[in-house]
């Protein structure tokens, strides 16, 4: 059981919209603690897709965002593309269990 | 370009140990604000955090995993290690290094190797 909460899956036709939600707790979004997201590709290394809850790295296109509101966080995805098909994870730091903590992940269909 | 490269045995037998190696290019063990980790993702599972190390030795650990990992650095090849004592077929997993990027708000993983799985098996 992951401590932060993602949806197992979430799918959209190209073009469209998707958000992955991902839901905390007091003692770590809720708690200040800022949302990362990582978008993981078979056989490749996971990228670092948002940090800083907002913030796109270099290279990440901007219909990707990310915001941040009380315990829970949220990636959307714009302009669906058949490239966007991935797993996606939140991460955070939790001060009650002293850890750095992932969602469970989701993984994201373009139908 | 930073990167990170994973080493080490794709097989484990049970009470056995595990020991992975992490090659660093395009980034020095020392830069500021950096640490070194291990993360892991087991069979269709989520990713778990495993514990890092700093540039000066010093580490943190995952408490549910704490009695039985150590983590080190070799400065002189850029490289840092893991060592998980008494594995068993739980700790089948994708291993992965990553580094660990500190700043006020928080921190986060910004560049990951590959991964290499590894499987606790008889």
């Known amino acids: 059981q992951s401590v932060l909460t993602q949806p197992p899956s979430v799918s959209g036709a190209p073009g469209q919209r998707v958000t992955i939600s991902c839901t905390g707790s007091a003692s770590n979004i809720g708690a200040g603690y800022d949302v990362h997201w990582y978008q993981l590709l078979p056989g490749t290394a996971p990228k670092l897709f948002i940090f800083g809850n907002t913030y796109r790295p270099s290279g990440v296109p901007d219909r990707v965002s990310g915001s941040k509101s009380g315990t829970s966080a949220s990636l959307a995805i714009t302009g669906l593309q058949a490239e966007d098909a991935a797993d996606y994870y939140c991460q955070s730091y939790d001060s009650s269990l002293g850890i750095w903590v992932f969602g469970g992940g989701t993984k994201l269909t373009v139908l | 370009q930073v990167q990170l490269q994973e080493s080490g045995p794709g097989l484990v037998k049970p009470s056995q140990t595990l020991s992975l190696g992490c090659s660093v290019s395009g980034a020095s063990l020392s830069s500021d604000g950096s640490s070194w980790s291990w993360i892991r993702q087991h069979p269709g599972k989520g990713l778990e955090w495993i514990g890092h190390?700093?540039?000066?030795?010093?580490?943190y650990y995952n408490p549910s995993l704490k009695s039985r990992v150590i983590m080190a650095i070799d400065r002189s090849k850029n490289q840092f290690s893991l060592i998980l004592n008494s594995v068993t077929a739980a700790d089948t997993a994708v291993y992965y290094c990553a580094r660990l990027y500190d700043y006020v708000g928080g921190s986060y993983f910004d560049y990951w190797g590959q991964g290499t799985l590894v499987t606790v098996s008889s």
């Open positions: 190390i700093y540039y000066s030795g010093s580490t």
